[in-house]
C-alpha cells in the first residue's frame, strides 16, 4: 500500500457510532494551540471550538495565531502548545521534512493527527482580484482561467511552504509556472491577503471561506475564483504533480459563493488537528473525543466548520493518526483494519525520514540542501515508499 493517497471525494466513509455525552471528558482547565493567521478560516473555527470547550467543560482554549507553517509548528515542537490546527505544510511537508522543514535545523518532524476538517463544501483554492480579468481581455470574467494569469503578480508567503506551493500546483493546472507570472513576497498570509486589496498582487491562496477572502470580496478590487475543470486531465495531472493532497471540489461555501452556484476548485482537509507523536497519549484521547462529542455544540459558528464532523473524516489521509486518537476511534468502532495497516505504513515513512536525517547530521555534508535531497529520495525509495517533492 502507498504511504500517500490523496483524499477523494467519490472515497467511502466509515460510519460512527451515535452521539455520546461529554461529561467523561478530561481535559486540563488551560489548553493551547496554534492556528493559521486571524481572519482565517482555520482561526476563525478555532476560536468556535474554544468558546464551546469553555462551556461544555471549563476548559480554556488559547489560540495562538502564527503567520506561517514554521510559526506555526514550532511552538508545537517546542512544546509550548499541545496542539496546532495547520495545514498540509504542517503536517504533511514537516513530516517529509521538505521546503522550509528541509533546513538543517529543522527536518522530518514526527506529528500526528487527531482529526481534520474534510468539508468539502469549501474550496482551498487561489483567489484572484476581479479587476485582472480587464487585463485578460475578459472584462467580464467569463471564462477567465488560471493560464491567464501569465505576466501577473502573484503572491508568496515567507516561511509558508503550503500556500506557495498551493500557488504553485493552480498555476501548474495553468500550464505556468513561477517564471511565467511575477512572484511578490510577503511576510505572512494576511499580509498577502491585504496587499490584494492594497493592489499590490493580483492572486492569492486561501480557503474559500476565508474571513480575509470575504473582505476582499467587498473590497472595490473584487475577487473571483477561477474554476477547475475535473475533466481536464492533463491540468489535474501537473496540479497533483506539484501537491498531491488536491482533489476536485465543489465549493458552496466562500467569499463571493454563498447562496449562489457551487465553484468547481480544488480543496484537501483543512485545517488539521496536529500534535507531536510525543505528546500525552491520554490528553490526545481527551482532546479527540471532546472534538467529535461537542462537535453540535460548535457546528455553525464559524464558516466551514461542519466539516469536523464526525462522519467527514478520512483515516487513510498522508500523516499519521496518534495512538491517543487511534484509541478512541476504535473505542467507537470506526478505526478498520485497513486503516492501521495504513497508519502503521506511514509511521514507518517517518521513521525512515528520521533515520536517514540523523545519519546525514552525522555526516555533516557541506551542501546541506543538496544532500538532504538526495538522501530524503534514497531513503524514501529503499522502504519502498512513495517519493514526493
Known amino acids: 500500500m502507498n504511504c500517500v493517497r490523496t483524499f477523494a471525494l467519490g472515497a467511502a466513509v466509515l460510519a460512527f457510532a451515535g452521539p455520546a455525552s461529554a461529561a467523561d471528558v478530561k481535559l486540563p482547565d488551560q489548553l493551547a494551540w496554534t492556528a493559521y493567521g486571524t481572519g482565517s478560516a482555520g482561526y476563525n473555527q478555532s476560536v468556535a471550538i474554544g468558546a464551546a470547550l469553555k462551556t461544555a467543560l471549563g476548559t480554556n482554549l488559547r489560540v495562538l495565531p502564527g503567520k506561517n507553517d514554521v510559526a506555526r509548528t514550532e511552538p508545537l515542537r517546542q512544546g509550548k502548545v499541545q496542539f496546532s490546527a495547520t495545514g498540509v505544510g504542517g503536517s504533511f511537508m514537516a513530516q517529509e521534512g521538505v521546503f522550509q522543514f528541509g533546513a538543517e535545523n529543522w527536518g522530518p518532524q514526527p506529528v500526528r493527527v487527531l482529526m481534520a476538517n474534510n468539508g468539502g463544501a469549501v474550496g482551498l483554492s487561489m483567489g484572484v482580484a476581479k479587476d485582472v480579468c480587464e487585463k485578460a481581455g475578459k472584462p467580464d470574467c467569463k471564462g477567465f482561467g488560471y493560464s491567464d494569469l501569465k505576466g501577473m503578480r502573484v503572491a508568496w508567503v515567507k516561511g509558508a511552504p503550503a500556500l506557495n506551493v498551493n500557488n504553485e500546483a493552480y498555476l501548474a493546472y495553468g500550464g505556468l509556472t513561477w517564471d511565467d507570472v511575477e512572484r511578490v513576497d510577503f511576510g505572512g498570509f494576511s499580509a498577502s491577503w491585504k496587499g490584494m486589496g492594497n493592489n499590490e498582487v ?48 465543489n465549493a458552496s461555501v466562500g467569499a463571493g459563493i454563498d447562496g449562489g452556484d457551487p465553484v468547481p476548485t480544488a480543496g484537501y482537509a483543512y485545517p488539521v488537528l ?52 487511534i484509541r478512541y476511534y476504535k473505542e467507537i468502532g470506526v478505526w478498520s483494519d485497513a486503516a492501521q495497516a495504513h497508519n502503521d505504513n506511514l509511521v514507518k515513512r517517518q521513521q525512515a525520514l528520521l533515520a536517514a536525517w540523523q545519519q546525514l547530521k552525522d555526516e555533516k555534508p557541506d551542501n546541506w540542501a543538496e544532500a538532504w535531497d538526495k538522501k530524503r529520495r534514497e531513503a524514501l525509495e529503499a522502504g519502498g515508499f512513495k517519493v514526493v517533492f
Open 202 to 249: 493580483d492572486a492569492v491562496f486561501a480557503s474559500t471561506n476565508s474571513g480575509l477572502a470575504y473582505a476582499q470580496a467587498s473590497n472595490p478590487r473584487g475577487l473571483i475564483w477561477p474554476e477547475i475543470d475535473a475533466n481536464n486531465t492533463e491540468g489535474l495531472a501537473r496540479m497533483q504533480a506539484i501537491a498531491p493532497f488536491f482533489s476536485p471540489v
Open 274 to 325: 496536529t500534535a507531536m507523536a510525543s505528546q500525552d497519549a491520554e490528553l490526545v484521547y481527551n482532546m479527540t473525543k471532546a472534538m467529535v462529542e461537542l462537535f453540535p455544540q460548535y457546528d455553525g459558528k464559524a464558516p466551514g466548520i461542519g466539516g469536523w464532523s464526525k462522519d467527514k473524516q478520512n483515516f487513510e489521509w498522508v500523516a499519521p493518526y496518534h495512538d491517543g486518537a
